[in-house]
C-alpha cells in the first residue's frame, strides 16, 4: 500500500494532501450532477460537512456532559484551527449549541455561590 506524503486524511493520486481549490470545484461538480439541494436556496458545500462536525461534536459533549473547555483543544486541532479561539466561533453558530452552552454556564455559576 503507498504510503502518502503529506500528513493528511484526504490525499490526490500522487500521495499528496488534497487542497481545496481543487476539491471544492470537483465537490459542486458532483453535488450539481446529483442534484443534491437543486431546490435549496444555498446548495451544500464542501465546507458545510466540516462545520456539521464542529457543531454535532459540541452538541454531544454538552448534552453528555463533558468538560468541553477541555476537549476544545483537540477540536480545534482537528479542525486545523490554529487558536482554539477560532473554534469558539461555532459556538454561536448554532442556537441550540449556544443555549447548552448558556445554560451550562447558568448552572456552573449557581453551584459556585454559597
Known amino acids: ?19 481545496y481549490a481543487v476539491a471544492s470545484p470537483t465537490f459542486r461538480q458532483l453535488v450539481d450532477a446529483a442534484r443534491v439541494g437543486i431546490d435549496a436556496p444555498h446548495p451544500p458545500r464542501l465546507h458545510d460537512f466540516r462545520h456539521t462536525f464542529a457543531i454535532r461534536t459540541l452538541l454531544t459533549w454538552y448534552r453528555t ?15 486545523g484551527h490554529r487558536e482554539p479561539a477560532s473554534t469558539y466561533w461555532y459556538l454561536s453558530a448554532a442556537p441550540e449549541l449556544l443555549a447548552l452552552a448558556a445554560a451550562r454556564r447558568e448552572g456552573l455559576g449557581r453551584a459556585a455561590r454559597p
Open 1 to 19: 500500500m503507498p504510503q502518502p506524503k503529506d500528513p493528511a486524511f484526504f490525499i490526490s493520486g500522487t500521495a499528496r494532501r488534497l487542497l
Open 65 to 79: 456532559g463533558t468538560n468541553v473547555q477541555a476537549k476544545i483543544p483537540s477540536l480545534s486541532t482537528y479542525l
